[in-house]
């Protein structure tokens, strides 16, 4: 009898998102109980949405700049980041040198909640100092993530 990972996966993400267990360590629990693959494009879509990601990322740009973001818009993880709390943005804009539209994304790290104009001054100063080349035309706010304490 074939045994549907995904099935059983589903049914099983949300008491581990509930745990606190990421997505990856989740993956390796359940390759290592079936002892089969999970194609993992397939996995993190999954994932994503029980965990409510896209929402979160989707309720990012409605968080006025001056404010410092909710709970519900922070995504809480276990994987490894040199800060508390970083903020990802997402820049879109016309590289000179390679003649196309690229898509960037720039992390900003803090140990402390900040205002997302703060954090995006410092993430276009960052982005700016690196690329230079590139035209931004759209410079927004992606994602915030916090690292989770045991």
Not at 26 to 33: A, D, H, N, P, S
Request: positive net charge.
């Amino acid at each position: 009898m074939a045994v549907d990972i995904r099935f059983w996966a589903r049914k099983a993400m949300p008491a581990a998102i509930k745990a606190g267990i990421s997505g990856n360590a989740f993956l390796g629990i359940i390759k290592k109980q079936y002892g089969k693959a999970y194609r993992h494009q397939e996995f993190q879509k999954d994932w994503r949405e029980m965990a409510g990601i896209p929402e979160k990322t989707e309720r990012l740009k409605y968080v006025r700049k001056e404010y410092r973001p909710t709970s519900s818009v922070i995504t809480l993880t276990e994987g490894v980041q040199k800060r508390k709390y970083v903020y990802t943005f997402k820049m879109t804009g016309y590289d000179e040198l390679q003649d196309k539209y690229v898509e960037e994304y720039m992390a900003v790290a803090t140990d402390t909640l900040i205002p997302l104009d703060e954090a995006e001054k410092q993430a276009m100063e960052n982005f700016q100092m690196y690329t230079p080349e590139v035209l931004v035309e759209t410079f927004d706010a992606y994602s915030i993530t916090q690292r989770k304490f045991k």
